[in-house]
């Protein structure tokens, strides 16, 4: 019992840990979500921040992780050509206290 708990645990709080690690897929139809890059912030869904290592991703927080292998991955993003294209729209920003949702309504995409 007391093994199966921890091993519950341990499961739940790594599908957080692992919520922003994302691999670029090469065709759409590998995707999980469809992203299109804003021009402007208050364009975006999110606001995305690309950190360096993966242990700095955080809780569906716009800090994202690019992964080297698809298994490595949450969420498999495909970019766009076109806005009307996307299920996400994203900004990339400088600092990780810009990264964050501008639109709650998507957050489930990233979960």
């Known amino acids: 019992m007391k093994h199966s708990l921890i091993y519950l645990l341990v499961l739940f709080f790594s599908s957080y840990t692992f919520a922003q690690k994302v691999f670029s897929v090469e065709y759409e139809n590998q995707a999980d979500v469809k992203v299109f890059v804003v021009k402007y912030k208050n364009q975006a869904d999110l606001n995305v921040y690309k950190v360096k290592y ?12 690019f992964t080297d292998y698809v298994n ?16 996400l729209k994203i ?6 206290n810009q990264a964050g949702w501008n639109k709650n309504e998507k957050k489930h995409l990233m979960y």
């Open 72 to 87: 490595q991955a949450k969420k498999k993003i495909y970019f766009v050509k076109y806005e009307n294209q996307a299920t």
């Open 91 to 96: 900004y990339f920003v400088e600092y990780a």
């Open 54 to 65: 993966d242990n700095q991703t955080g809780d569906n927080e716009g800090k994202w992780f």
